[in-house]
């Protein structure tokens, strides 16, 4: 711990008013430390780790951290604030705040050593000595551990203060403790993790309960004995990452919540536990299956089962969507390749099965269509099923895939599939609450469940919803075949905007669903539309090429490399190519490449390109309709993307710098304004 935090890191009076000025304010003490190489894009890891989840616990304290790539030595900087800074804890703001900076490689003694911080932070009189301290050195010395933490003195005289039986008192009793395993984990692995099983293992020492604590940080894990396992009474998931192996745990009781949950709230999880246990609830876990009980306000399966329900659809939809693009991209590729070889008109072409010449290019184009049109009937099936799945796992697989197929029957379409996989998962998930006898629990998922599912999905698809979902998609049709002018242009705009804002996240899978949906029964405004929309998309990566290519300076040596490889990713397509650059600096980033997106949009419409193929970028030029302009549309968009995204890093690095010659005071309020 000597290396990892000396006086020099110590503020006993943090001034700042925001959790953004708190870090910047410690993470400006490691960089003239020497140990941060890059404030900025240090300060950008941190941003995003905490939109993953708040770091702030009860008790007061805030505990930013992240690996990052500009961390050349594992780091603690440490602040007290005295007016309290909210981290987004439910008790308050924290006056106690630690900034934890491990390399992106971090080897596994410094992890342990800042586990061992994050475990005595659960300890009150640590955190009571941090906040009577006067001397940074001193403080620095206490939470490297040089410096002995005094005990609490007993409430009177002769007593000692109340505490639990230990679990070996009880075992000597004659009766055998209650047995916990648990798991926990965190995106980082570097301080919730440890902090919620230091946290598990007390309340389980103060309860008279054996708990064991599997601890799975992001630099892996040490599995818990399988006989330790078997002799559990229950099982406690406390995280926010996917639990590994998980099937290990197959027919125990399981409590699943998030990690947060572990570290404020460890009796009551116990105790939730207990009862399962003595209910004998037992959970269905499979490797695919996070668990569905918990309980909890916070995360709980893979930090979704009990967030918000926005939050929740967005996550069944992009289960859907993510399994349904290689479908798109093998179908849609394979139909290209035919049109390339035969024209247009191949589509049309007798089956060839019955009709099938080796020697002719028109058999061969017809092949390939064939294969890729039955590829493509699986669209919508596919994403119903698995928009299902991502609600209530593999029970709902069957009749997310039938009520998908039916969607295509009634001529419900996209729209349909979307309907009908949210439908089949509501209702296996309705029937999964229905309690029933312990004999009817095996054939449930595999027999009851598919069977009375699919039935009730197949006739509200059938008899309730699918006649007016396949009105709607009709009249949806009929307006993209009808659009023109300033209509068509501002759908565009729109398609460009979604593509560009999350680049591969929810807004740009529902762009490129909906245009993909169109190219299952193709005409000139469902063409219009694909070909805005992978117009769109492949600006980002390229934009942020082009910028890292004539304005090096504004870019580390990261950047730039990720830029040269940024040219291939948006030539093919791949929206995802830009994200490492808006990770690093999302206000400057995303704003930018939203409007080359949204400019490369409106021009794709305005030029009346078209395309048939779903992916291949420039690769099927071949296939667009307007190839020159469309192009151009996306060179056009490029260009105002690199004009912005150097115009505003420009600024950026240019404000310091006049605020340093002016003689600013370098408040903290002063440098989040000029960071903004």
Same mark, same amino acid.
């Given at each position: 711990?000597?290396?990892?935090?000396?006086?020099?890191?110590v503020?006993?009076d943090l001034s700042?008013?925001t959790?953004?000025a708190?870090a910047r304010?410690l993470?400006e003490r490691?960089?003239a430390?020497?140990?941060v190489t890059?404030?900025?894009?240090?300060?950008a890891?941190?941003?995003?780790?905490?939109?993953?989840?708040?770091?702030g616990?009860?008790?007061?304290?805030?505990?930013?951290h992240?690996?990052?790539?500009?961390v050349?030595?594992?780091?603690?900087?440490?602040?007290?604030?005295?007016a309290?800074?909210?981290?987004g804890a439910a008790?308050?703001p924290?006056d106690?705040i630690?900034?934890?900076?491990a390399?992106?490689g971090?080897?596994?003694?410094h992890?342990t050593i800042?586990?061992?911080?994050?475990?005595r932070?659960?300890?009150p009189?640590?955190?009571?000595?941090?906040?009577a301290?006067?001397d940074?050195?001193?403080v620095a010395?206490?939470?490297?551990?040089?410096?002995p933490?005094?005990?609490?003195?007993?409430?009177?005289?002769g007593t000692?203060?109340?505490?639990?039986?230990?679990p070996?008192?009880?075992?000597?009793a004659?009766?055998v403790?209650?047995?916990?395993?648990?798991?926990t984990?965190c995106p980082?692995?570097?301080?919730h993790?440890?902090m919620?099983?230091?946290?598990?293992a007390a309340?389980?020492?103060?309860?008279g309960v054996?708990v064991t604590?599997e601890?799975?940080g992001s630099?892996?894990?040490k599995?818990?004995?399988?006989?330790?396992?078997a002799?559990?009474?229950?099982?406690?998931?406390?995280?926010?990452?996917?639990?590994?192996?998980k099937a290990?745990f197959?027919?125990?009781p399981?409590?699943?919540v998030?990690?947060k949950?572990g570290?404020?709230?460890p009796?009551?999880?116990i105790a939730?536990?207990?009862?399962?246990a003595?209910?004998?609830e037992?959970?269905?876990?499979s490797?695919?299956?996070?668990g569905?009980?918990?309980?909890?306000?916070?995360?709980?399966r893979s930090?979704t089962?009990?967030?918000?329900?926005?939050?929740?659809?967005?996550?069944?939809?992009m289960s859907g969507?993510?399994?349904m693009?290689?479908f798109?991209?093998a179908?849609?590729?394979?139909?290209?390749?035919?049109?390339?070889i035969?024209?247009y008109?191949?589509?049309?072409?007798?089956?060839?099965?019955?009709?099938?010449?080796?020697?002719e290019?028109?058999s061969?184009?017809?092949l390939?269509n064939?294969?890729g049109?039955a590829?493509?009937a699986?669209l919508?099936?596919?994403?119903?099923?698995?928009?299902?799945?991502?609600m209530a796992?593999?029970?709902?697989?069957?009749?997310?895939f039938?009520g998908?197929?039916?969607?295509?029957t009634v001529?419900?379409?996209?729209?349909?599939?979307l309907v009908?996989?949210l439908?089949?998962g509501?209702v296996v998930?309705a029937i999964?609450?229905?309690?029933v006898h312990?004999?009817?629990r095996?054939?449930?998922?595999?027999?009851v469940?598919?069977?009375?599912?699919?039935?009730?999905v197949?006739?509200?698809?059938?008899?309730?919803?699918g006649k007016p979902?396949?009105?709607?998609?009709?009249?949806l049709t009929?307006w993209?075949?009808?659009?023109s002018?300033?209509?068509?242009v501002i759908?565009g705009?729109?398609?460009?905007l979604?593509?560009?804002?999350?680049?591969g996240?929810?807004?740009?899978?529902?762009?490129?669903?909906?245009?993909?949906g169109g190219l299952?029964?193709p005409?000139?405004?469902s063409?219009?539309?694909?070909?805005?929309?992978?117009a769109?998309?492949m600006?980002?990566? #390229? @934009?942020? %090429?082009l910028a $890292?290519? +004539?304005r090096k300076k =504004?870019?580390t040596k990261?950047?730039?490399?990720?830029g040269? !490889?940024?040219w291939?990713l948006g030539?093919?397509?791949?929206?995802?190519?830009a994200?490492?650059?808006?990770?690093?600096?999302?206000?400057?980033?995303?704003?930018s490449?939203m409007?080359?997106?949204?400019v490369?949009?409106?021009?794709?419409m305005?030029?009346?390109?078209?395309l048939?193929?779903?992916?291949?970028g420039?690769?099927?030029?071949?296939?667009?309709?307007?190839?020159?302009?469309y192009l #151009? @549309?996306? %060179?056009a968009? $490029?260009? +105002?993307a690199?004009? =912005?995204?150097v115009?505003?890093?420009?600024?950026?690095?240019a !404000?310091?710098?006049?605020a340093?010659?002016?003689?600013?005071?370098g408040?903290?309020?002063s440098?989040v304004?000029?960071?903004?």
């Open positions: 711990m000597s290396e990892l935090i000396t006086a020099e890191l503020d006993l700042a008013a959790k953004d708190a304010s993470a490691m960089v430390a020497h140990r890059d404030l900025d894009g240090f300060l890891d941190v941003a995003a780790r905490e939109a993953q989840m708040p770091t616990l009860d008790g007061g304290i805030g505990i930013p992240c690996r990052s790539e500009h050349n030595a594992p780091t603690l900087a440490f602040g007290r604030s005295a309290g800074i909210d981290f008790d308050g924290a106690l630690f900034l934890i900076a390399p992106a971090a080897d596994d003694d992890l800042l586990s061992g911080l994050a475990r932070l659960m300890a009189e640590f955190t009571a000595a941090l906040r301290g006067t940074p050195a001193a010395a206490l939470i490297r551990g040089e410096e933490v005094e005990e609490p003195a007993p409430e009177a005289e000692e203060p109340e505490a639990g039986p230990e070996e008192a009880v075992e000597a004659g009766s403790p209650f047995r916990i395993v648990a798991v984990s980082t692995g570097i301080a993790t440890y919620a099983a230091e946290s598990l309340a389980g020492r103060a309860e054996e604590v601890t799975q630099g892996g894990f599995k818990l004995d399988p006989a330790v396992i002799a559990a009474d229950a099982v406690i998931w406390a995280h926010d990452v996917e639990v590994r192996e290990r197959r027919g125990k399981l409590v699943d998030g990690v949950a570290i404020n709230r009796a009551e999880l939730e536990a207990r009862r399962k003595e209910r004998g037992i959970a269905a876990v490797e695919a299956d996070g569905k009980d918990s309980g909890d306000g916070e995360a709980g930090g089962d009990h967030a918000h329900f926005g939050v929740r659809l967005r996550t069944y939809l969507v993510s399994y693009v290689p798109v991209a179908g849609g590729l394979l139909i290209a390749l035919s049109f390339a035969g024209g008109e191949i589509a049309s072409a007798k089956s060839v099965a019955d009709h099938f010449v080796w020697g290019a028109d061969w184009a017809a390939l064939q294969i049109s590829a493509f699986f919508v099936p596919v994403l119903a099923g698995y928009i299902a799945y991502g796992d593999r029970s709902a697989l069957v009749p997310g039938v998908g197929s039916i969607a295509l001529n419900a379409g996209f729209l349909g599939g009908a996989g439908l089949a509501a998930m999964q609450r229905v309690p312990a004999t009817l095996g054939i449930m998922p595999v027999l469940i598919p069977l009375i599912a699919s039935a009730v197949g006739i509200l698809m059938f008899i309730v919803v979902i396949a009105s709607l998609q009709n009249a009929d993209l075949n009808g659009l002018g300033s209509n068509a759908l705009v729109v398609l460009g979604m593509m560009c804002f999350d680049m996240g929810p807004l740009n899978k529902v762009a490129y669903a909906f245009a993909v299952a029964d005409t000139d405004g063409l219009k539309v694909m070909a805005a929309v992978m769109a998309g600006v980002p990566p #390229l @934009a942020m %090429a $890292t290519t +004539v =504004l870019f990261t950047e730039r490399e990720n040269r !490889a940024a291939v030539a093919s397509f791949i929206t995802e190519g994200i490492p650059f808006a990770a690093a600096d999302p206000l400057r980033v995303i704003p490449v409007a080359g997106g949204a490369t949009g409106a021009l794709s305005a030029f009346g390109a078209t048939r193929a779903p992916h291949g420039v690769f099927v030029v071949p296939l667009i309709g307007e190839p020159f302009l #151009l @549309a996306i %060179a968009g $490029t260009l +105002v690199t004009a =912005l995204v115009l505003l890093k420009g600024a950026r690095r !404000a310091p710098d006049a340093g010659e002016a003689g600013a005071t408040s903290d309020d440098r304004t000029v960071a903004a």
